[in-house]
């Protein structure tokens, strides 16, 4: 899903820049923000994932996680993000809600 939205965001800002919009007024988070209003989006998703983290000494740490998104009617977001591997983070989730009006509030269980 992430890829979907980065992929559309670019394809948003390059089509607004291409029309004439100013190209300075399109920061990230705002072409994010314009994907988020023009797609469609099922409104319950369920992804595994992996993460591979790097440290700058090249040093890999993977863990493995479950992503839980919903989209409620009223534009709020909500992600819990629950880590499974490695044994020492396992249980440790992540809660992150997105208010229509750009209000956002995140939580560590």
Do not use: C, N
Not at 30 to 58: N, R, W
Request: aromatic fraction near 10%; proline fraction near 3%; glycine fraction near 6%.
């Amino acid at each position: 899903m992430i890829t979907v939205l980065l992929l559309s965001a670019m394809l948003i800002g390059a089509s607004e820049v291409q029309t004439g919009a100013d190209s300075a007024d399109w920061s990230g988070h705002k072409i994010i923000l314009t994907s988020l209003q023009k797609h469609q989006y099922y409104p319950y998703v369920f992804e595994q994932q992996t993460m591979i983290l790097i440290d700058q000494h090249g040093h890999r740490d993977v863990r493995s996680v479950r992503r839980f998104s919903r989209l409620d009617e009223d534009g709020t977001a909500r992600f819990v993000l629950v880590f499974d591997y490695p044994e020492e983070v396992s249980g440790v989730s992540l809660l992150v809600e997105q208010q229509p009006e750009q209000v956002r509030s995140s939580q560590i269980y």
